[in-house]
């Protein structure tokens, strides 16, 4: 079965500096993708990024970053130049399922990040 | 903005009685779908739809039941809540087509905090 892990519940980040948000992933699919959504304290929730599997670069949005390794089944993100804003709970999470079908998300249990001036 | 909205946003109600929340659309997106959000699981899949009439099973579907009757509208119901309901329930919805730099992510709705006491 396909899984998201999430290992770090909470992280801290300094106002201004890079932070890496870790996810892991479980799939015997050749095909899937791997998407990050934000979610601040008003409840909403916010696409960031998307990385297919056979990107062959990492994407790129912004101060976001996706750091694919597809060996080791991660996609990690990366905020760049962290801004107070960023404060929120952040889920990585994967598609079950072909892009143009009815694909189905797998959430990690999220990471809450916070930063501080 | 995506153009959904879930209503009632708030709810509390007691144990046994039957629930409705209603996600509305105004995109004409063929895909919508009902996770709910509870502490350390991030967001399961409760049930989905790929067209007016056609809805299938996610993750966690039992004591829930969706109608699509028209494309705008997904409705989730709860027959006889349970405390273990207790959720923020959030709709999604998704266009299906990927066009240009559309990853065909999917589109949250605000949620819907229920309180089943």
């Known amino acids: 079965a396909q899984k998201i892990t999430q290992t770090q519940p909470g992280m801290f980040v300094q106002e201004k500096e890079a932070v890496t948000l870790d996810c892991t992933y479980d799939?015997?699919?050749?095909?899937?993708?791997l998407f990050w959504y934000k979610q601040p304290s008003s409840g909403e929730m916010i696409f960031l990024i998307y990385q297919g599997s056979y990107d062959e670069q990492n994407a790129t949005e912004g101060r976001y970053s996706l750091n694919f390794q597809k060996a080791r089944k991660s996609a990690n993100l990366v905020i760049s130049a962290s801004q107070l804003g960023d404060s929120a709970m952040y889920f990585c999470?994967?598609?079950?399922?072909?892009?143009?079908?009815?694909?189905?998300?797998?959430f990690g249990s999220g990471t809450r990040l916070l930063v501080r001036p | 903005d995506a153009g959904i909205t879930q209503s009632p946003r708030h709810k509390v109600t007691e144990t046994g009685t039957p629930v409705t929340l209603r996600c509305h659309q105004t995109e004409n997106h063929r895909y919508m779908y009902w996770y709910r959000q509870d502490p350390g699981h991030g967001l399961r899949l409760i049930h989905y739809?790929?067209?007016?009439?056609?809805?299938d099973k996610g993750e966690v579907s039992d004591g829930y039941s969706v109608s699509r009757s028209k494309t705008e509208d997904f409705l989730l119901t709860l027959e006889s809540a349970t405390s273990s309901q207790t959720s923020v329930y959030f709709c999604?919805?998704?266009?299906?087509?990927?066009?240009?730099?559309?990853?065909?992510?999917?589109?949250f709705g605000p949620g819907t905090r229920l309180t089943v006491l």
């Open positions: 739809s790929y067209g007016v009439k056609d809805t």
């Open positions: 999604a919805i998704r266009s299906g087509v990927p066009t240009g730099d559309s990853y065909n992510e999917q589109f």
């Open positions: 999470a994967m598609r079950e399922g072909r892009m143009d079908s009815s694909y189905k998300l797998i």
């Open positions: 799939t015997s699919d050749q095909s899937y993708g």
